[in-house]
Nanobody
């Protein structure tokens, strides 16, 4: 059973920082591509950052230079360090695991989300 549990969200003033964590079951983090998505009220879900299985990372243009995605394979945990937060970053943040059990098959797993609110 794949389980992803986000934590670390909260209320912070503009310019502040938060670190989100995603605790995963099994060896999900170490063996698969992982990502953070967010969804703000009235907007569609968007990709924030991805940590590819090979070690590379990608970021949305809106967060480049401010957010850092990382993983601790020993703890099977994914992180998102968020600095210089802006009110526009306010959203529910979701952890994603993309599992490819075999060629031609892709499974996406999601956490329950954690609320991040940035005040002006």
């Amino acid at each position: 059973q794949v389980r992803l549990v986000e934590s670390g969200g909260g209320l912070v003033q503009a310019g502040g920082s938060l670190r989100l964590s995603c605790a995963a079951s099994g060896s999900i983090v170490s063996s698969n591509s992982m990502g953070w998505y967010r969804q703000a009220p009235g907007k569609q879900r968007e990709l924030v950052a991805v940590s590819n299985n090979g070690g590379s990372t990608n970021y949305a243009d809106s967060v480049k230079g401010r957010f850092t995605i990382s993983r601790d394979n020993a703890k099977n945990t994914l992180y998102l360090q968020m600095n210089s937060l802006k009110p526009a970053d306010t959203a529910v943040y979701y952890c994603n695991a993309r599992v490819i059990p075999k060629a031609g098959i892709t499974w996406d797993y999601w956490g329950q989300g954690t609320q991040v609110t940035v005040s002006s």
